[in-house]
């Protein structure tokens, strides 16, 4: 069954509004969680890594005071997409590990799409 | 993380076994071959992955050659469901920060 847990799956909003998407670990605490992200037709993308009690670590590119990401709990990271634009309708997905050296879980994925 | 290639595109029939090559020519020994597939509009779902050693599961069997050069992922009897993108990777083990290429998207047809 599912060890990462996405929600909402799908959401859409108006352009310059904030979405926030929630990424669970199910029955595991993970120090760490991933936040990918995946335009039509592309592969994923890294957008940057969410640490439980400190700054998230944000990859080249990405703008942090734009996708907020707070790891507040050890079972739960938050994504905020800040004044959100159409070009920011993509499909966002988390992932996390279970237990140290086992593979990386994926969550369903968030799609959201901007108006 | 060492560079895979893959075909684009592949087809397969019903019943039949998929069998999906991988190059990673530039491997490094402590890097592990992981497969992942994408169905559409899901998150991905990890399949297998191994070093050195042929690996089987439910899901799969992974097929490393000698030289750990290239690899092979194997669906021994693809059903519809099994029709996804499929991700190659080179990662050391129990690395969290996976880089995804294009993979290749497998059609099963009926």
């Known amino acids: 069954g599912a060890v990462v847990s996405q929600h909402p799956s799908r959401v859409i909003c108006k352009s310059g509004t904030s979405v926030k998407i929630e990424c669970r670990s199910l029955?595991?605490?993970?120090?760490?969680m991933f936040w990918y992200r995946q335009f039509p037709k592309q592969s994923l993308m890294l957008m940057a890594t969410s640490n439980e009690g400190s700054k998230a670590t944000y990859e080249q590119g990405v703008e942090k005071d734009k996708f907020l990401i707070n790891h507040a709990s050890l079972t739960l990271s938050t994504l905020t997409v800040t004044s959100a634009h159409p070009e920011d309708s993509s499909f966002y997905i988390c992932?996390?590990?279970?237990?140290?050296?086992?593979?990386?879980?994926f969550g369903n994925g968030t799609r959201l799409t901007v108006t | 993380d060492a560079k895979t290639t893959q075909p684009t595109s592949m087809d397969c029939a019903e019943g039949r076994a998929a069998n999906l090559p991988c190059n990673h020519s530039?491997?490094?020994?402590?890097?592990?071959v992981y497969w992942y597939r994408q169905i559409h509009s899901q998150g991905p779902q990890y399949i297998i992955h191994g070093l050195k050693n042929n690996e089987t599961n439910e899901m799969a069997s992974l097929i490393i050659t000698e030289d750990r050069k290239s690899s092979t992922l194997i669906l021994p009897h693809a059903t519809l469901r099994d029709t996804a993108v499929y991700y190659c990777?080179?990662?050391?083990?129990?690395?969290?920060?996976?880089?995804f290429g294009q993979g290749t998207r497998l059609t099963i047809n009926p």
């Open positions: 990777i080179a990662a050391v083990e129990g690395a969290q920060k996976l880089v």
């Open positions: 029955d595991f605490q993970a120090t760490t």
């Open positions: 992932s996390a590990v279970q237990v140290v050296n086992s593979p990386l879980h």
């Open positions: 530039t491997i490094s020994g402590n890097e592990y």
